[in-house]
């Protein structure tokens, strides 16, 4: 056999020498000899779960061929083994993440098998959510355009390449998410190099493409984006693949804007071992799909070109499976994860923001201002420190419209919070984006994880919900989830919180509990202005995700004014703050209850009974160590917040008293808070509902005589 084919036979072969076509092969054959390696594996229970990337391999070898590692960044999803193993993931990487192992570079035994990653080339922590991934990669690529335009980022140039891609793949159902639709619409509008791969099976689950996608056809909807490159292709056909694949990548690194693969796939392996497609896929239709495998196809091309001989593929397929099952070998003798590391990497190691480096000094500045104030100048501050820092959301910049910048005052959020900042940064740095709450947060995840610092805006926190699954399942658990390898550092910023007069259900909600039950993220809700600056310097310059909770009621009072604590005042997380000194009762709380309680305490001194007022400040970490010194010295506590009692963050505070202060205690824990319905709009109904001084002081007199 020749070992270079010769000009002409090559071109017919995509240019591709005889050693490059049988690298493809062997690449779709490990690619699925590894499958049923993995397979015969879970039917010992020696590994716990298994999904397979069977029949997607040619567009995938494909993939891998036309993409750079290391160079491009890449979201795969759980059928992209050949992907991966064609850019450099090897056979014991995979298995090592199989059987869970303590070194797997995927994720360290946190994740299923198959949710790859890998810092080495890129390929950034994926999860289990269908779709989700497709906002990072949006983010991502919007990464590698702010460090290509903003020149003062010291270490830039290490950081993004002129001609990368950034490259995601979703199977068809996931087409469904709302994400993806916010992805390409955020990737055309600012024109990104993005290039998406649709791997087509045909099913999400037992779910056929016609119920998914009008006309059962992705690529045919989606034609009508300006800018998008669309291809659509046999993507059991491994050269079809790879001429698509070239195309598409060709116009994305010429930044014509983001492109599009639609690649029809088979899968012969059912959804996961823990589905049988024979339940709703009829035996004729299953032989059907048989016949497109990609691997019979690819071999029965080299082997009736002349490229191979059954022989060499026996030999292959030999050594293939020696290569696997050493690996496998390898990978059930690893070490697995110790027990005592299950808490390890749900916040950084590196940055401890509860810690005295954070203890800095005010350095008072200015007249008393307000928390808008406050806030804004903080922003101003840091972002002129850190180059990083990035500022989106809905209405936050000045104008987009750049010709208008010079005629207009500017807008700078609903509420004014980062106004100037736009007219101060540019508009690569603070930018509007569409009224999308699940790309905010998305797009920032993918930002961080390329080592931009996103300071982003919830309009309102009526509104979060869009954002919960990026919040939720993204950006809290990307570094758990990946054993440390990848983080998402970045701020949310969120106007929360009732007392409007006027606001409604949709504009005067509270709900940081359900939040504090995400682990990996830290929660701030300062209640004065100097308190804010403090405690969002701390959240920017910190290394977790902190969720940043701005009580609207709060913006504009006079009684927490305050005057610019200057450039560098931080305020370590995990550290209350005692309002009013008492011995009697003490009362735990946070937010906008923090002026109610003092207001309350201040009545209570008439009945002669002295209360302190602990303002938490932040809710995670939350300061236990004041809580309990405070309550070992009154006997008797009330908690108050503004967020409903029943599953309140009140009830983690008292419960945590109860449990551990029970012999301290003189009167049992109290807690106030809105009542169990939504905040109605009539001012007399939201003051029923909301908590107010006076339920505050009634709790005060209750604990204090019983
Ligand atoms: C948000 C979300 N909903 C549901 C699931 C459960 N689930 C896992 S895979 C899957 C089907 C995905 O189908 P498709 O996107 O076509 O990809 P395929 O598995 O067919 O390659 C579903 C419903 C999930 N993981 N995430």
Redesign the pocket.
């Known amino acids: 056999m020749k070992a270079v084919l010769k000009d002409r036979e090559a071109h017919a072969f995509a240019d591709l020498s005889r050693d490059q076509l049988l690298a493809v092969h062997r690449c779709m054959l490990l690619s699925r000899k590894l499958d049923d390696k993995e397979i015969q594996l879970k039917g010992q229970s020696q590994i716990f779960f298994q999904?397979s990337g069977a029949g997607?391999e040619a567009v995938l070898v494909a993939a891998g061929v036309t993409l750079k590692p290391a160079y491009d960044w890449f979201f795969p999803?759980?059928?992209d083994r050949a992907l991966c193993l064609q850019i450099g993931i090897t056979p014991y990487e995979m298995l090592l993440a199989a059987v869970g192992a303590k070194d797997d570079p995927a994720s360290g035994g946190r994740q299923m098998p198959s949710h790859w990653g890998h810092p080495k080339y890129n390929v950034v922590s994926g999860s289990?959510?269908?779709?989700?991934q497709v906002l990072h990669a949006v983010g991502a690529a919007e990464a590698g355009v702010i460090y290509s335009r903003v020149p003062q980022i010291p270490d830039r140039a290490s950081r993004y390449h002129d001609d990368e891609i950034t490259y995601v793949s979703?199977?068809?159902?996931?087409?469904?998410?709302g994400e993806f639709w916010e992805a390409l619409n955020v990737a055309c509008t600012k024109h990104l190099p993005v290039l998406f791969l649709i791997?087509?099976?045909?099913?999400?689950?037992s779910?056929p493409?016609e119920v998914?996608t009008p006309g059962g056809d992705i690529s045919r909807i989606v034609r009508g984006f300006p800018g998008l490159h669309v291809d659509s292709i046999d993507g059991t056909d491994f050269f079809d693949s790879l001429r698509a694949m070239r195309e598409a990548a060709a116009y994305v690194r010429a930044r014509k804007g983001p492109a599009l693969v639609h690649a029809r796939v088979i899968?012969p392996y059912s959804?996961?071992l823990s589905d049988d497609e024979k339940l709703y896929k009829p035996a004729a239709e299953r032989e059907a799909e048989a016949r497109r495998d990609p691997i019979a196809r690819f071999s029965e091309f080299l082997k009736s070109n002349g490229v191979v001989t059954d022989d060499e593929l026996a030999t292959m397929a030999a050594d293939v499976e020696r290569e696997v099952n050493e690996a496998a070998t390898k990978a059930l003798a690893a070490a697995k994860p110790s027990k005592s590391s299950a808490e390890l990497w749900v916040y950084s190691p590196d940055v401890d923001p509860t810690s005295t480096a954070f203890d800095t000094p005010a350095r008072p500045e200015g007249k008393p201002d307000t928390m808008v104030e406050a806030i804004n100048r903080t922003l101003k501050d840091e972002m002129a420190r850190d180059p990083r820092i990035v500022v989106f959301g809905e209405d936050v910049a000045d104008a987009s419209k750049r010709e208008a910048l010079p005629l207009v005052k500017g807008k700078g959020g609903v509420f004014k919070l980062t106004h100037g900042l736009q007219r101060l940064y540019g508009d690569d740095r603070v930018f509007n984006s569409p009224l999308a709450e699940a790309s905010i947060v998305g797009r920032g995840v993918g930002m961080a994880t390329r080592k931009l610092k996103p300071v982003v805006e919830i309009q309102f926190f009526d509104y979060i919900w869009p954002a919960m699954?990026q919040i939720r399942d993204e950006m809290t658990m990307m570094r758990y989830r990946s054993g440390n390898t990848w983080s998402c550092p970045m701020v949310i910023r969120v106007p929360i919180g009732g007392y409007l007069r006027g606001g409604g259900p949709y504009h005067s909600q509270s709900g940081e509990s359900i939040f504090a039950h995400c682990p990996g993220v830290r929660i701030a809700y300062p209640s004065t202005a100097v308190d804010a600056a403090g405690l969002l310097r701390t959240a920017i310059r910190c290394d977790d995700p902190v969720l940043f909770l701005e009580h609207k009621h709060l913006y504009r009072q006079t009684y927490n004014k305050g005057e610019y604590p200057g450039k560098d005042f931080t305020i370590p997380f995990g550290r209350a703050s005692l309002r009013r000194e008492g011995d009697h009762v003490l009362v735990v709380t946070w937010g906008a209850l923090v002026q109610r309680s003092l207001l309350a305490a201040q009545q209570a001194e008439k009945d002669h009974i002295s209360a302190a007022v602990l303002d938490l400040r932040t809710i995670v970490p939350y300061d236990w160590e004041a809580i309990a010194s405070h309550v070992k010295r009154t006997n008797r506590v009330v908690i108050a917040h503004e967020d409903q009692v029943m599953c309140g963050f009140g009830g983690e505070i008292a419960a945590r008293i109860a449990g551990e202060l029970f012999e301290h205690l003189d009167a049992p824990v109290r807690r106030v808070g809105a009542r169990n319905t939504p905040v109605a709009y009539h001012p007399d109904l939201e003051e029923a509902i909301l908590p107010q001084s006076s339920d505050i002081l009634k709790a005060i007199r209750d604990t204090a005589r019983y």
């Open positions: 999904i997607h999803y759980y059928r289990s959510p269908t779709g989700t979703l199977g068809e159902g996931a087409t469904s998410e791997e087509d099976n045909g099913y999400a689950i779910v493409v998914q899968r959804h996961s699954m």
